[in-house]
């Protein structure tokens, strides 16, 4: 007995997987992109810390070189924030990144007179901007 053309069709096109790749590919795409926008936000991230970590650590190493007076802790502030005492022209290490944000905090000995025993150089209030903004997902 001879199957009518429909069913005969039907179960050729049941079996036909030509057109899996793409869906699944349609389904996942989306996906992939977040997680690779996602990567990159965080490798911006760690590449922004490691250099203003960095721009600190030579911050007070000029420090420890110079005399405890105003015009070295500004130029202290500038390699800080462009990597050289005279910012003029020159970018910020980070984006986003002004001088109001580096902070050089003395550590006095006990009398509290003198140059100080250790200065800590620090950013603080410092807001990471993202290229991608990953949150309104």
Not at 20 to 34: D, K, R, W
Not at 56 to 77: G, Q, W
């Amino acid at each position: 007995m001879k199957r009518p053309r429909i069913i005969r069709r039907a179960r050729h096109l049941a079996g036909d997987e030509s057109g899996g790749t793409i869906a699944e590919l349609a389904i996942l795409l989306p996906f992939l992109i977040v997680m690779v926008a996602a990567v990159a936000e965080l490798g911006r991230f760690f590449q922004t810390y490691a250099t203003m970590a960095k721009a600190t650590r030579a911050s007070a190493r000029y420090l420890s070189k110079v005399a405890y007076d105003e015009p070295n802790l500004t130029n202290a502030k500038m390699v800080a924030l462009c990597g050289k005492t005279d910012c003029t022209g020159r970018n910020p290490v980070a984006t986003g990144l002004s001088s109001g944000n580096i902070v050089l905090t003395p550590e006095y000995p006990p009398d509290g007179e003198g140059n100080p025993i250790t200065v800590t150089v620090s950013v603080a209030d410092y807001s990471f901007q993202p290229l991608f903004n990953l949150g309104a997902l």
